[in-house]
């Protein structure tokens, strides 16, 4: 058995119950989104020092491999889309939450790449934003009907940006966007 099948060959796919569309159809853009994502936080995994950062990226990458399936699957398919309940997205926004209060955390912009796997982070946060765009533009179109995966995507590119200020801020180093000899309110004020 071997994973070449040649089936796609003619720019086709299978989502989940069979049903074949084009591989630029706009379900398949939307996980490949999510895709991608997933080996994104891996690389970010791979290179984060701080074992209870990396164990919360692993944990995020199983649960997006679910949403990536109920993005999948279409609304007629045979097969039921998992489930993205709300409960994810609560406990995404109560890691948000803790990190938030942290010192330090919330003063400014940042300018990506202080560290490295802040910067893997960075990258993570802009690949979900993009992932996210994607999901709207497919519930917009009538194709996606799962009221929790946008704030999923929503809340975790939140986490995702502040996962980053605190890998600096554990690494010693300073991000801002405003230099510190530089007078005036921090960018992040501005807005």
Not at 115 to 144: H, I, M, Y
Request: charged fraction near 25%; glycine fraction near 8%.
């Amino acid at each position: 058995m071997s994973i070449t099948t040649k089936r796609g060959d003619q720019g086709q796919t299978s989502l989940p119950g069979g049903c074949r569309v084009s591989k630029g159809d706009l379900r398949i853009e939307c996980y490949g989104g999510i895709d991608e994502l997933i080996s994104q936080l891996g690389f970010a995994r791979s290179i984060c020092e701080h074992q209870d950062i990396a164990a919360q990226i692993k944990s995020i990458q199983q649960d997006l491999f679910r949403v990536a399936a109920a993005i999948g699957t279409p609304k007629d398919a045979p097969v039921s889309a998992p489930e993205i309940t709300k409960t994810m997205v609560d406990a995404l926004e109560n890691e948000v939450h803790k990190i938030e209060v942290m010192p330090g955390i919330l003063g400014d912009w940042s300018i990506p790449g202080e560290s490295v796997a802040s910067a893997a982070l960075d990258v993570a946060r802009t690949v979900c934003r993009r992932a996210e765009r994607l999901t709207v533009n497919l519930s917009e179109s009538q194709a996606l009907s799962l009221p929790n995966v946008i704030p999923y995507l929503n809340r975790l590119s939140d986490l995702l940006w502040l996962m980053g200020r605190l890998v600096e801020i554990r690494s010693g180093v300073d991000s801002s966007l405003r230099p510190k000899d530089q007078p005036g309110k921090p960018w992040s004020q501005a807005w």
